[in-house]
């Protein structure tokens, strides 16, 4: 059974619709590549996918993990294991980050019915997961996000999903704006957490990404819909030959 | 004992309470205190309750006073039952002052001859007594007369409580002013008077508490006058986390002179109906007034912050932030006012005022008023009033935080920004404990 299989998806924001039929299966242990120009619908995919409410599905059939996902409220979405690594990760001043992430994992347990971590083996668990992605103590007690370089919010959303360990990880746009160091740290972090029992979405606008974190498939966005699905060769041609390429060709594809 | 219930509307009250008081008074009815209270009498009972159509009070509805049944003996209260050690915030390490209905209890409070430079003075049946050398200090800031709760306190006060800190002197240990209204047999009003001092380069944090005991309602019309000489350094947070039954009026002016360094906060965690007055008189340079206000009301409740920061003179700073959340029927006001006077050049005044309305039933009311005569000055004010922030609240969900949760963590976290202005570590915890739990209500 297909962790994530989405069927003839259709969404729409405010009236205009984005996705016109989107169609993908991703099985676990996968890692797929899901690459596009601007405003093909790669973050609206992902908002659709987390739930977020600004969007509306009018047609098709998402299954996460044998359940209806469009039937959750995105709370029991991630309850179930799926992550979201934001594009723009949201600053809350006032909230540590440990705070919010304790918070965060010890609702997860709560729905799965675990007794929640105590504060020990939540430092500890804490601590484990911040090497990976190479962040200091400190950053823990800072607000979430709150002041935080671009790189430090991306390796903040890394860090999160190593403390949640989702079963699917969708990551919109993570690499965008990443200098080469950061970008490094932050795809060594997935790569380390990749496992059979996992996969990830992978949402990025260059190639560059693809070297670091290698995918099993590539998919080409355009106009709300996957035109292309190749091996990780085509982001290779994407980026040589741009996006028109595969526009020009869709008629053939 | 006596036992009247009276029911006249609350004006007609006040006059029965201020005649009676009067005569007792025989041959001190001429002196000058009792002089000032028949004043202040006069005053209110010309204009009476103020409306909604008075400017200061327009959304401050005070029909419930002519609603309540006051009682007329408020003297003989049973303290057998009080447990100190059930009120919330007795915890705190400090000195305890107790004011049971307006009136000092020596019993209950801490002895103070232990604490250098430290004067706890309080006089009884002060029209007839007197106020001995704070005669000098007493009813004399002039915005007292214009206030009408200030004037029925100023008519019915016979207590006054004075702390006195020593010119030189800094209080480490933290001092507690523990207000108790009881009432056995009908509503209460109460009308305690306190007057602090803080000498030249003193410096001292004072906590106040309300707590309202028994079935019945109270009012309680407190009046607080500060004196902050030059270089004097006062913390003053006052701790509104009261029962549901009651009713607080504050009015509370500082009067600061040079170099002198007020913090105040407003701590308005529970109680049906709160309005407070601040207000600070900068009269000299390099004055320092900060003005700290959270509010979480609910139900029926009411919360109304009323400040006045008045710059007189040069090179003085004056930071207003006050938080609120208001859910259910909760009702919220803030007024905030700057004045900027002519002589008070190269004045910086700030005000910001945040609120979150969590239902389409609960009421906001924010305005800020500024009056600048000076040309050289920077002041900025600034008043939002919104829901919660649906992007952070998808952020919370989309790592499984469940709705109600990923709400509170962010009110929270709201309102703990002004809470940890608090310069007293427990004092915070304990507030936080409250807060919490008073989220777990929304």
């Known amino acids: ?35 596009g120009p601007n405003g093909s619908g790669k973050s609206t995919l992902a908002s659709v996918l987390a739930g977020k409410e600004d969007y509306e599905v009018t047609e098709g059939k998402v299954e996460f993990d044998g359940k209806d996902l469009l039937d959750m409220s995105p709370e029991d979405r991630a309850r179930e294991g799926l992550f979201l690594a934001f594009q723009y990760p949201v600053e809350i001043p006032g909230v540590s980050n440990a705070n919010f992430i304790k918070t965060s994992v010890n609702e997860i347990r709560k729905y799965r019915g675990i007794e929640p971590l105590d504060a020990m083996d939540f430092l500890q668990l804490m601590r484990e997961k911040a090497k990976l992605v190479e962040i200091e103590q400190s950053f823990l007690s800072r607000s979430v996000n709150e002041g935080f370089s671009g790189g430090e919010k991306k390796r903040n959303e890394i860090f999160q999903m190593a403390m949640l360990e989702p079963k699917l990880a969708i990551l919109d746009e993570t690499d965008s704006g990443l200098d080469i160091d950061a970008l490094r740290i932050v795809s060594g972090g997935v790569n380390k957490l990749r496992n059979p029992n996992n996969a990830f979405v992978v949402i990025t606008h260059y190639q560059r990404l693809l070297n670091y974190i290698v995918p099993d498939f590539v998919h080409v966005l355009v106009d709300g819909k996957i035109v292309k699905t190749g091996g990780k060769e085509l982001a290779l041609k994407l980026e040589e030959q741009g996006y028109d390429w595969v526009k020009d060709h869709i008629d053939e594809l | 004992m006596e036992n009247t219930t009276i029911k006249y509307d609350f004006k007609e009250y006040v006059k029965s309470q201020f005649e009676k008081l009067q005569s007792t008074l025989n041959g001190s009815v001429g002196s000058e205190l009792n002089l000032l209270r028949k004043n202040a009498f006069d005053k209110f009972f010309l204009s009476g309750l103020p409306t909604l159509k008075s400017e200061n009070w327009k959304y401050t509805n005070l029909a419930f006073l002519n609603k309540l049944s006051f009682t007329d003996s408020y003297s003989n209260v049973d303290l057998s039952k009080l447990e100190t050690s059930k009120l919330f915030y007795n915890s705190l390490k400090s000195h305890k002052i107790y004011l049971i209905n307006g009136k000092l209890d020596e019993n209950l409070s801490s002895n103070f001859n232990s604490v250098n430079g430290l004067k706890i003075e309080y006089f009884e049946n002060i029209s007839i007594n007197g106020v001995g050398d704070y005669a000098n200090y007493y009813g004399k800031l002039t915005s007292m007369s214009e206030h009408p709760f200030a004037n029925i306190n100023t008519a019915l006060a016979d207590n006054l409580l004075v702390v006195n800190i020593s010119p030189g002197v800094i209080i480490e240990d933290i001092l507690q002013i523990i207000n108790i209204n009881i009432s056995n047999e009908g509503a209460l009003l109460t009308n305690p008077r306190i007057l602090v001092i803080s000498g030249k380069s003193s410096s001292a944090k004072i906590v106040e508490n309300n707590y309202t005991l028994g079935d019945f309602p109270v009012v309680r019309n407190l009046v607080k006058e500060f004196y902050l000489e030059e270089n004097a350094h006062l913390n003053y947070y006052k701790i509104q986390d009261d029962s549901n039954n009651s009713h607080l009026f504050d009015f509370t002016h500082a009067e600061q002179k040079r170099d002198s360094h007020l913090d105040e906060a407003a701590i308005s965690i529970n109680g049906k109906f709160v309005r407070n007055d601040l207000r600070s008189t900068l009269d000299g340079e390099n004055i320092e007034s900060h003005y700290y206000g959270i509010f979480i009301v609910g139900a029926n409740d009411f919360v109304d912050n009323h400040t006045f920061v008045d710059h007189a003179k040069p090179n003085s700073y004056s930071n207003e932030n006050y938080r609120g959340v208001a859910f259910d029927k909760g009702t919220g006001v803030f007024n905030g006012k700057i004045m900027v006077r002519r002589d008070a050049q190269k004045t910086n005044a700030y005000q910001s005022n945040k609120n979150v309305l969590l239902s389409d039933s609960a009421t906001i009311n924010t305005k800020p008023e500024l009056e600048i005569y000076a040309d050289d000055v920077k002041c900025s004010h600034g008043a939002t009033s919104g829901s919660i922030d649906k992007t952070s609240m998808f952020y919370l969900r989309q790592r499984g935080i469940e709705k109600k949760v990923a709400e509170r963590l962010l009110l929270f976290a709201f309102v703990n920004e002004v809470v940890n202005e608090i310069k007293i570590e427990q004092l915070r915890e304990l507030i936080d404990l409250r807060i919490e739990e008073k989220l777990l209500n929304i």
């Open chain 1, 1 to 35: 059974m297909a962790l994530l299989s989405i069927e003839n998806l259709k969404a729409n924001i405010n009236g205009t619709e984005i996705l016109h039929g989107l169609n993908l299966t991703v099985n676990a242990g996968e890692v797929h590549a899901i690459m």
